[in-house]
Structure formats: structure tokens, C-alpha cells
């Protein structure tokens, strides 16, 4: 049995016992505790390893080679997306593309392969500890470190090829925002994470400074930009370049207001 060599698609195929060995493995090499391991939640999905290490949770998340980022030229938009988008998008005047497929392509990350290791990464991500540009020194000294933007696109999606980690289309009947809100963005994701559910309080670091992922501070929303754009920050490889913006002075204290960090634990 090797964690190093542990892929997602391997880790799929693995009954409840022999999932449960790796997982204990994991919670051994760094002196954490094998807490549970939940069924996947549908079938041909993912168990969800959870393992207690210093107080916090961590998921298990194999690695490989994976696919990661989204191709907008093999989108086909749900007619409620569509409409909204010329609907309340283009005539709100914001200055949006013609069509939704260029502005996918420029603030979603191009479709790419990856090769990974096998990692712990934070079941929540935390507030910052610091300014961001202290962020990476802080963690290192607790044995951690962020992910790498391949990695965190990874854990959300957990390979799906869909918008969102939970598929394409969006609740009708909810907003991507505030603590009373229900539906998929509220639950864990495949491998176990509470990721990309608020579009103004899960946006995350990476090891990128510019590739902030999991939300926008509410600039859609505030904006008024309409509901598919309003949602799209939730979308596993969206990169707000806001985010990104506002984060360019590293040692902006007040910045750390508006980022979350996910630390991640290596295995190997």
C-alpha cells in the first residue's frame, strides 16, 4: 500500500476496508487521527477520509495525473444561464463579451493536466494568521503550507468537468451568499470539503498570489452583474482577478480580511 502512489481514480475503486487502511496510513506518517470515512456520496464517487491532526480535520486527497481547469469552447450553457447572461449581464452595460463563452475564457483557468501528490488539506479553510505575504512562513513553521492553484482546483472539483463541483447548473431558489442559504454550495464535496460556498466569505489563498480561488468578495453581486455571473465565483476554476488585486500589497494587514488560507499537510 502506498499513499504516494495513490490516485483518484484508484481511490474510487477501493472497498470501505481497504480505503479505511490508506486513511489510517495517512493519519500514522503525521501523527494525526483517523476519524471517520464516509461513503461516497453517490455511486462511482469518492470516500471521504477525514483525519484529526493538532486540533483540526483534514481530508484525504489523492493526486496522480489529473485534468484540471475548465474548456469554455465544450460549454453548453443551461438556458436559464444563457438568458440571464444577456438578459441582466450584457444590458446592465458592464461592458461584459458578446458571448458568455469569451468571459468564461478569461476569468476561468484553461483546461490542463497535472501531476500531484497525495495530500491533507484543511476540511474549512481558516482566517488568515497574518498579512498575506506572512501567510507561507506562518504556516511552514506548523508543518504546513498552501496549496498550488493545480491542487486546489483538484480538491474542488475532485475531477468532475463540470462549472461547479457540484455540477452545472445553480439553485434557482437560493443566493451564493449568507449563512441562512441551502443547496449544493452548502454542502461537503466530494472528497470532504466545505469549499467555494460563499461568494463573499470563501475566497482563498493559493501558493499564487494571483490565483485566488473560491469567491469575489461579492463584486458580482454588489455589481449587480445578474445571477449567472453572481454564481460564477463558486466555479472550481475561477481566478478573480479582484481578489487577486486587492491582495498585490503582500504586507496589507486589512487585506487578510477579505482571503482565507487551506492549509495542506504532505504525506511523502
Known sequence: MSLTGLTLDHWR???????TRYAEEAAHRVDGRFVRLDAAPRPGGAHRALIERAGDTYALIPGGTVTVGFDPEAWRPLPEQLASYREESLAGGFGFDEDPRDHLARVLSPRRTATLPTVLMAVQAAPLPGAPGLVPGLL?????RLPSPDEWEHACGAGATTLFHWGDAYPADTVPYGPDGTGPHRLPNA?????????YDSAELTSDPRSVYGGDGGEAACGGYGTFLEWLPLATAHRSRSMADLLDDQEDEEASDYVTARPVIDLS
Open 13 to 19: 475503486t477501493l472497498d470501505r476496508d481497504t480505503a
Open 140 to 144: 511552514a513553521e506548523r508543518g504546513l
Open 191 to 199: 472528497l470532504g470539503l466545505r469549499v467555494a460556498f460563499d461568494v
